[in-house]
């Protein structure tokens, strides 16, 4: 289907907001830790922790993962480009009901 990569794409993007949602409450937290508070294996949570560093939102600790200071900052633009994307998903609604 035209949306499936889409839609998986979504479903990830959802587990890194839920892991850093979870490392903000936190932290600082290691994987055993969020992988038991959020009930997913350790290496999905291994992998939103590495997109999450590399995006500059968490550095990881000897303790566990934290928010760095210019992750909120981060955070902020996230919400902008997700003001884009909804602008987008609108855009492809209105056309697919005019089909």
Known sequence: MVFRKLKAE???VL???EVLKTVMEKQ???IFKLSDILNMPKHRIRYS???LEQSGIIV???YGAMVRDEGYDKIEEMKGELKEIKELINNIEELLNKL
Do not use: D, F, S
Request: avoid cysteine; aromatic fraction near 0%; proline fraction near 13%.
């Open 10 to 12: 979504a479903e990830i």
């Open 15 to 17: 587990r890194h907001l």
């Open 28 to 30: 600082p937290v290691g």
């Open 49 to 51: 922790l590495r997109v």
């Open 60 to 62: 990881p600790t000897q």
